[in-house]
Nanobody, 115 residues
Framework: QVQLVESGGGLVQPGGSLSLSCAASGRLFSIYNMGWYRQAPGKQRELVASITSGGSTNYLDSVKGRFTISRDNAKKTVYLQMSSLKAEDTAVYYC?????????WGQGTQVTVSS
């Protein structure tokens, strides 16, 4: 069983930066593939960025060059560094962990980009 707790969301102006963290509890964090998803009102949840247990990363085209995902296995934490934020980045951001048939979600953290 893995529990995920996100933090770091909030209100930021367009062009600003924000860093999200996802702290995991449970064993064997390092073997899980981790990801950040987001869901805006009236839209489907989408994968923003992912990082495998081996450290390979993948990004949604619209965030490439602006967002960076990383993980610290010793701290059982995955991060999402967001910069040059746009209004369209506004959403609830969810942390996700998976390994084979196992998958877990965090409760989400709101990110609002507005002047």
């Amino acid at each position: 069983q893995v529990q995920l707790v996100e933090s770091g969301g909030g209100l930021v102006q367009p062009g600003g930066s924000l860093s999200l963290s996802c702290a995991a509890s449970g064993r064997l964090f390092s073997i899980y593939n981790m990801g950040w998803y987001r869901q805006a009102p009236g839209k489907q949840r989408e994968l923003v960025a992912s990082i495998t247990s081996g450290g390979s990363t993948n990004y949604l085209d619209s965030v490439k060059g602006r967002f960076t995902i990383s993980r610290d296995n010793a701290k059982k934490t995955v991060y999402l560094q967001m910069s040059s934020l746009k209004a369209e980045d506004t959403a609830v951001y969810y942390c996700h962990a998976d390994r084979g048939s196992l998958a877990y979600w965090g409760q989400g953290t709101q990110v609002t980009v507005s002047s």
